[in-house]
């Protein structure tokens, strides 16, 4: 057990988390959780940093339900935030991506608790039927890695591309994907080189591709969502924010059509997400010309009406998050424990301007 979750620990038997919890302090502000997938097999042990159990994912659920919070529509949620109303507790849930796992595994738990959440829908993958090349890639050479084949030859390399350690694993993937990329191999030619690693690795990718491992749900699927526990926003069309305008424009346009047309919606999407958590000060303005104005992070904290709405805060729940880490954040007490701040970019690149408080996110500004 950490320092950390001696202390949590320690406050827990206090009473010092109800105390919070239940304080005027806590019903000002609003907990935003995040969830990137829910393991159909065995994701978790692939990424525990990415994916969770369902039976986790119940846990946490029935940890809120026993806690008396509430969990808000995140679209109300941030409304009420800045008005002022929020509910005692108040709690929004979030899902990146929009991938199988989450119609097959966190659906059937929403609807068991009735909780009503938020999915971040990248659209290119929905409508092209190939696995998501980055993180296909990345699982199938962990899920062949006590092969000692060498895939070097597939690239024409003499060189060694081995994937029976974690350094070796690494420097193998990010040599794949710049062969792809100096290729500009489109989604087919991609999927076709993953499938000859695996072959080449003995790793079944038949069967891989044929339980929807690591795809996004068809646009059949999204479809059918329920309206009333599933809110679908914008996370890009092509799962990445470009640094020129043209082009971030485009993937929130092309995401907000691709959208709109699967749901038969007309209505205009307010709410964002920035792929890998990764944003610049520039993006806010410009997310502003697409009629965005709510933007969610991956930075830890909890959010207050002084936070800035294109920088909400999220807890990205994990397999690695302990019970009692879950209980600190969502009780608001970790939130009031010093720690350093966290940036996916550098914040110089965050200006007063552009961000309204000064140079650096809001995420600890009381």
Request: glycine fraction near 4%.
């Given at each position: 057990?950490?320092?950390k979750e001696t202390v949590f620990?320690?406050?827990?038997?206090?009473?010092?988390?109800?105390?919070?919890?239940?304080?005027?302090?806590?019903?000002?502000?609003?907990?935003?959780?995040?969830?990137?997938?829910?393991?159909?097999?065995?994701?978790?042990e692939w990424s525990p940093t990415?994916?969770?159990?369902?039976?986790?994912?119940?846990?946490?659920?029935?940890?809120?339900?026993?806690?008396?919070?509430?969990?808000?529509?995140?679209?109300?949620?941030?409304?009420?935030?800045?008005?002022?109303?929020?509910?005692?507790?108040?709690?929004?849930?979030?899902?990146?991506?929009?991938?199988?796992?989450?119609?097959?595994?966190?659906?059937?738990?929403?609807?068991?608790?009735?909780?009503?959440?938020?999915?971040?829908?990248?659209?290119?993958?929905?409508?092209?039927?190939?696995?998501?090349?980055?993180?296909?890639?990345?699982?199938?050479?962990?899920?062949?890695?006590?092969?000692?084949?060498?895939?070097?030859?597939?690239?024409?390399?003499?060189?060694?591309?081995?994937?029976?350690?974690?350094?070796?694993?690494?420097?193998?993937?990010?040599?794949?994907?710049?062969?792809?990329?100096?290729?500009?191999?489109?989604?087919?030619?991609?999927?076709?080189?993953?499938?000859?690693?695996?072959?080449?690795?003995?790793?079944?990718?038949?069967?891989?591709?044929?339980?929807?491992t690591l795809q996004l749900m068809?646009?059949?699927?999204?479809?059918?969502?329920?309206?009333?526990?599933?809110?679908?926003?914008?996370?890009?069309?092509?799962?990445?924010?470009?640094?020129?305008?043209?082009?971030?424009?485009?993937?929130?346009?092309?995401?907000?059509?691709?959208?709109?047309?699967?749901?038969?919606?007309?209505?205009?999407?307010?709410?964002?997400?920035?792929?890998?958590?990764?944003?610049?000060?520039?993006?806010?303005?410009?997310?502003?010309?697409?009629?965005?104005?709510?933007?969610?992070?991956?930075?830890?904290?909890?959010?207050?009406?002084?936070?800035?709405?294109?920088?909400?805060?999220?807890?990205?729940?994990?397999?690695?998050?302990?019970?009692?880490?879950?209980?600190?954040?969502?009780?608001?007490?970790?939130?009031?424990?010093?720690?350093?701040?966290?940036?996916?970019?550098?914040?110089?690149?965050?200006?007063?301007?552009?961000?309204?408080?000064?140079?650096?996110?809001?995420?600890?500004?009381?």
């Amino acid at each position: 057990m950490s320092l950390k979750e001696t202390v949590f620990g320690i406050a827990k038997k206090s009473g010092a988390f109800s105390f919070v919890r239940d304080s005027a302090w806590r019903k000002r502000r609003l907990m935003i959780l995040c969830y990137h997938g829910v393991s159909m097999d065995d994701e978790h042990e692939w990424s525990p940093t990415l994916y969770i159990t369902q039976e986790r994912l119940r846990q946490r659920l029935q940890a809120l339900k026993d806690g008396g919070y509430e969990i808000l529509p995140l679209v109300e949620a941030t409304n009420r935030l800045y008005a002022g109303t929020l509910p005692a507790r108040a709690v929004a849930l979030t899902f990146d991506d929009g991938a199988i796992d989450f119609e097959r595994r966190a659906l059937p738990v929403l609807r068991e608790f009735n909780a009503p959440a938020t999915l971040y829908l990248t659209t290119y993958y929905c409508l092209h039927r190939f696995p998501v090349f980055d993180t296909i890639l990345s699982y199938v050479l962990w899920k062949g890695r006590s092969s000692a084949a060498n895939l070097g030859p597939i690239i024409g390399e003499k060189e060694q591309r081995k994937v029976n350690t974690d350094a070796a694993r690494n420097t193998t993937r990010n040599r794949m994907r710049e062969y792809a990329a100096q290729k500009k191999m489109s989604a087919e030619e991609k999927d076709a080189l993953v499938e000859l690693i695996a072959k080449t690795l003995g790793v079944d990718y038949v069967a891989i591709k044929q339980r929807g491992t690591l795809q996004l749900m068809t646009p059949d699927t999204v479809r059918t969502l329920p309206r009333d526990l599933v809110d679908i926003q914008l996370h890009t069309h092509r799962h990445r924010t470009p640094l020129d305008h043209e082009l971030f424009v485009r993937e929130i346009r092309d995401n907000d059509e691709v959208i709109k047309d699967l749901v038969g919606d007309t209505r205009t999407l307010e709410h964002f997400c920035y792929p890998s958590g990764e944003y610049y000060g520039e993006f806010f303005k410009w997310l502003r010309e697409c009629n965005v104005h709510y933007a969610t992070t991956c930075v830890p904290d909890i959010a207050t009406s002084t936070t800035e709405p294109m920088l909400l805060p999220r807890l990205v729940d994990t397999m690695q998050q302990s019970a009692v880490n879950f209980e600190a954040w969502i009780s608001g007490f970790a939130s009031l424990m010093p720690r350093k701040r966290q940036f996916r970019v550098d914040p110089a690149r965050l200006t007063k301007a552009e961000v309204g408080v000064g140079t650096l996110p809001p995420a600890r500004k009381r």
